[in-house]
């Protein structure tokens, strides 16, 4: 029987063992750059099997809040090779989350103050995160454009050379890319984002082009092994809606299986949420399913509102690896905590966004 505790080799990397942290923003990177303390901040959490950086923008037109790291200049890949020499010194593994915020952005973090980019012009009814004067805020995301067909492959390019600098300039153990919680691959996923007439939308296969496009690049530029994709079938966050989610991701899944990743890691439910969204029903064992069907050998990685017992449970059906996100924030030592049963230290909701040392990296161990 599988154990939280277990190690695991998971595509090119061997895990100590099946706890995952899951991608967490904290806007604690001024200028898009990683200090110090976000090198302090990881390593203290590198008893986990896995760890997966915060969402980092993959271009200037991938930032849409402030103060988030980018991989995409070389002050930001010097940051992140701390990070990483950090974590592996603590004998840790760690994979840098890709991001392409897409619409979900402001004209004041955008190159030269422009529109933020988007399937389709359609405003998100959502917040971004902007700190003024330092303080602070969430406001209104921008009205964004619709991305002109001969953009993308730039898109794509962007994805791709992100990861090779993840690996060959930041020391990266592999990378996972974003598909997730209504950002740019979630928008040309989904109907409520995606009203395009060309070849990136209309039918489920045009929707999933792009994010089959960036994930081959992906594949093809560090190996397979070395590549995860976060998905959320359901999520509402962000102001993302599919009109058919099970045979959208039973298509997306199906068509990456064959690729060999080293994962696929699944949002279930709405991210930190209910694990059911009222109206929107999801069957995450048909979708694995799918996956394996198709010839889909990479871990299957679940998240979103486990404890210990669920975790277990999971694990017990089929599950490989369990991502924590909020626990993880509070509890450097999660792992030890797990294992002993011991107490979590509470979040501090307030201390999520911005700031520095307060609720980052002054959360007690249990010694
Ligand atoms: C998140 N989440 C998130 N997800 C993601 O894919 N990239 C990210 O950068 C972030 N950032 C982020 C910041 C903060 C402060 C929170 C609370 C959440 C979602 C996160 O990875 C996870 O899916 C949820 O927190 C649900 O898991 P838990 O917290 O219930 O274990």
Redesign the pocket.
Known sequence: MKSLFDPVQVGALHLSNRVVM?????NRSPNAVPTALTAQYYAQRASAGLL?????AISHQGQGYAD?PGLYGSEQLAGWKRVTHAVHERGGRIVC?L?HVGRVSHVTLQPDGGKPVAPSAITARTKTFLIEDGGGSFVPTSEPRALDASELPGIVQDFRNAARHAIASAGFDGV?I?G??G?LLDQFLKTGANQRKDDYGGSIANRARLLLEVTRAVVEEIGAGRVGL?L?PVTP?NDIVDADPQALFDYVVRQLAPLGLAYVHV?EGA???PREVEGRPFDYDALRRAWREAGGKGAWMV????DKALAQKALEHEADLV???????ANPDLVERLRANAPWNP?D?KT??GGGEKGYTDYPTLK
Request: aromatic share 20%.
């Open positions: 899951a991608p967490l923003t904290r997966i950086t915060e969402a980092t988030v989350q991001w996972e974003h997730a919680n950002y976060r959320s966050a949002v991210t930190g949420g998240n979103n509102g486990y991502a924590f996100g909020r626990a993880f924030i979040w909701s999520f966004y």
